[in-house]
């Protein structure tokens, strides 16, 4: 009943972001669509930012789950960009919000999540130098990050994927490279 009541909560949040901005929405507003009364919903959550920030968390984990590998750098920021675009409205309402912090704290750890699945699918085993496969970590993150943050600010144009795909062809194999000199020493 708990996390029948709590998923009525999330997608009553959602739906209402599919609709409006984040700052038009209020407890009020999502406790009538779902059913519930306000001490239901406080039981659950302090209120809409801890709401707000678990539903971008479980987005994250669901990025993960469904792609357990990812084999090029072009994959890991598609897999981002086709999640953004299934729920590009509320996306870009939460993003255009006093809350864009809360998205942001999202994207770089879904980022950083994908990076990791690709690392570990290019790796396949080999065991790089912690401070190297950090730094390399730390270096993919900021490329998916900054690319999908700039795409945000233009309101997520629909035309981003060529885009992503001409520059992951121009940038082909540098994570390898980087990996086989940290492998060398060099």
Known sequence: MVSMTRAAIKSALIQLLNERPLAQITVKDIVSLCGINRNTFYYHYQGIPELLAEIVNDDAEAIIKNY????????????????????KRAILHIYNSASRDVYEQYLWSSCGRV???????VLNGQQLPEGD???????????????ISHWLSSNMRDEVLPDLHRITALRQGSLEEMIERSLRGE
Not at 135 to 147: E, K, N, S, V
């Open 133 to 147: 496969r950090s730094l390399i970590h730390r270096y993919y993150t900021c490329i998916a990050f900054g690319c």
């Open 68 to 87: 357990p590998t990812l084999d090029s750098m072009e994959q890991c920021l598609e897999t981002i960009v086709r999640t953004a675009m299934s729920k």
């Open 115 to 121: 990076v990791e699945v690709y690392m570990n699918t």
